[in-house]
């Protein structure tokens, strides 16, 4: 069974930072894309971060400068380095990866970590 495992979410303190983990298992013959998402209540899904299988990324306007996203192909690991966290960044947020099985592509989401960024 594939899935997708989150870790890091927790309580930071405005300006501070943590690093989001997310870990694909299963049995799948590679990772193309994978991203980054975060949800408020009420809101829709956003996109944070996307990182291709070569290494290419990109981020919303809102994070640049602030958050890095990066992957290790060897452990089918995507990472999010949060730095500069602002209270209005207190949302759940989801991995998201492209998985080839077999000749296919499907995309997995993992369960969400919670990241409240309150004084």
């Known amino acids: 069974q594939v899935q997708l495992v989150e870790s890091g979410g927790g309580l930071v303190q405005p300006g501070g930072s943590l690093r989001l983990s997310c870990a694909a298992s299963g049995r799948f013959f590679s990772i193309s894309d994978m991203h980054w998402y975060r949800q408020a209540p009420g809101k829709q899904r956003e996109l944070v971060a996307h990182?291709?299988?070569?290494?290419?990324?990109n981020y919303a306007d809102s994070v640049k400068g602030r958050f890095t996203i990066s992957r290790d192909n060897t452990k089918n690991t995507v990472s999010l380095q949060m730095n500069s966290l602002k209270p209005e960044e207190t949302d759940v947020y989801y991995c998201?990866?492209?998985?080839?099985?077999?000749?296919?592509?499907?995309?997995?989401w993992g369960q969400g970590t919670q990241v409240t960024v309150s004084s």
């Open positions: 998201n990866a492209q998985l080839v099985i077999g000749s296919e592509g499907f995309g997995y």
């Open positions: 990182i291709t299988s070569g290494g290419s990324t």
